[in-house]
């Protein structure tokens, strides 16, 4: 296969410090174009990385073989399912959409046009925590789980303002954050039967789970917590002792990972484990956890 023609749909901060840079350097793939909702701000990051800019995002879509997306989740459902009618391969970011019938009209429209597809979860494609969830899934067991991720990002001085959005400051640490602790927990433990929430302090969300295994798990997650005790942990448990989720190197090398898996997907025609349903069973899981917190 030739070189993928990837698209770039998004200009914000996480399109310019981290979609944009790692298509423009791969070796695997060309960025063949930027379209935004802003087109002073796609002009200005398709220049830096000697690109298109596209003034009409069919027009991206006709002329690229896959599309990375780097927008707010209830954007990129709608945006990628014409993208999948187009024929490209999808890279989409987490989560795919903040309803489950978006979710699932994105994965019905890949399904249709038979396109290849790559959620992007960081810590699932970071090499060293990758590695990590691969070994201890293969080694099974597990008593319980827990992913705790309280990020300081609305605390009073708490993260970079740059990277604030509408979507984020609704849909708070469960949405944001949520998708991270599954995409660790359900390729360990199984996936979800059950799930528990409660709603605690700011934007936290208290999630039990069971799941599959017979393994039970909790979550926190939030975006509001005390800058002090920010920070993010997830271990397991079982008779053999404790296993801890090693650091990982920022968002770089992960995503170039992401693109790799797309790449071989388009390729072979095999589904990676994080392609679009994977990112639908999220949203489910998701949506009924805010449900539970909802009715409490």
Not at 98 to 105: I, S
Not at 166 to 192: C, E, K, Q, T, Y
Not at 211 to 227: D, E, I, K
Not at 282 to 290: G, K, N, P
Request: proline content about 6%; some cysteine.
């Amino acid at each position: 296969m030739n070189r993928l023609r990837i698209g770039l749909v998004g200009t914000g901060p996480w399109a310019s410090a981290t979609h944009a840079p790692a298509l423009a350097r791969h070796p695997g793939v060309e960025l063949g174009g930027i379209w935004g909702r802003r087109p002073e701000a796609a002009a200005a990051l398709a220049a830096t990385h000697a690109t298109t800019a596209y003034a009409d995002v069919d027009e991206l879509f006709a002329a690229s073989d896959a599309v990375a997306f780097a927008v707010p989740p209830d954007v990129q459902a709608p945006l990628a399912e014409r993208a999948a009618a187009a024929g490209c391969h999808l890279l989409l970011d987490k989560p795919v959409a903040t309803t489950v019938e978006g979710a699932r009209r994105l994965a019905a429209a890949a399904e249709r046009a038979s396109v290849a597809s790559v959620v992007f979860f960081t810590v699932r494609f970071a090499p060293a925590t990758s590695a990590w969830i691969a070994e201890q899934t293969a080694a099974g067991g597990w008593f319980t789980g827990r992913a705790d991720w309280y990020g300081s990002f609305y605390a009073p001085d708490g993260g970079d303002p740059a990277f604030s959005s509408p979507w984020r400051a609704g849909r708070g640490g469960l949405w944001d954050v949520g998708p991270h602790a599954l995409s660790i927990l359900l390729p360990v433990l199984g996936d979800v039967t059950s799930v528990t929430a409660a709603q605690g302090a700011g934007d936290t969300a208290h999630l039990i789970l069971r799941h599959t295994s017979g393994a039970s798990s909790t979550a926190a997650l939030s975006l509001t917590a005390p800058v002090k005790c920010a920070g993010l942990s997830v271990e397991l448990r079982s008779e053999i002792g404790t296993a801890v989720l090693p650091s990982w190197d920022g968002p770089g090398d992960a995503f170039r990972t992401a693109v790799d898996a797309l790449v071989e997907s388009a390729r072979t025609g095999t589904p990676h484990a994080c392609d679009v349903r994977f990112g639908v069973r999220v949203t489910e899981i998701l949506a009924a956890a805010e449900e539970r917190i909802a009715s409490a």
